[in-house]
Nanobody, 122 residues
Framework: QVQLVESGGGLVQAGGSLRLSCVAS????????MGWYRQAPGKQRELVARMISDISGGSTNYADSVKGRFTISRDNAKKMVWLQMNSLEPEDTAVYYC?????????????WGQGTLVTVSS
């Protein structure tokens, strides 16, 4: 069974930076998508950033609200994905979730982390 563990959340002042980490455990044959989502109080979960691997090489997507401030990166060998968040704004306050999709013994999987809280004070 594939599981994700996130870390790096916390309280930061507006304009500050945080780096979120997510590591996957379990047997994984391949990873198709590694990404980060967030859910603010009273709002739906939304995509923050994701990296897609496919036969054409893949792509990276960012929500418009974080472009130029956040950077997603990954290490397939370590089964890790990071989210570097700079110039944080109070509107970035949310629980951030790591999401991974791929294949494992038994077939395809999609798994979510437990979430890590990011609070940005003004």
């Amino acid at each position: 069974q594939v599981q994700l563990v996130e870390s790096g959340g916390g309280l930061v002042q507006a304009g500050g930076s945080l780096r979120l980490s997510c590591v996957a455990s379990g047997t994984i044959f391949s990873v198709n998508v590694m990404g980060w989502y967030r859910q603010a109080p009273g709002k739906q979960r939304e995509l923050v950033a994701r990296m897609i691997s496919d036969i054409s090489g893949g792509s990276t997507n960012y929500a418009d609200s974080v472009k130029g401030r956040f950077t997603i990166s990954r290490d397939n060998a370590k089964k890790m994905v990071w989210l570097q968040m700079n110039s944080l704004e109070p509107e970035d306050t949310a629980v951030y979730y790591c999401n991974v999709r791929g294949s494992r013994p038994g077939g395809f999987f999609e798994v979510w982390g437990q979430g890590t809280l990011v609070t940005v004070s003004s």
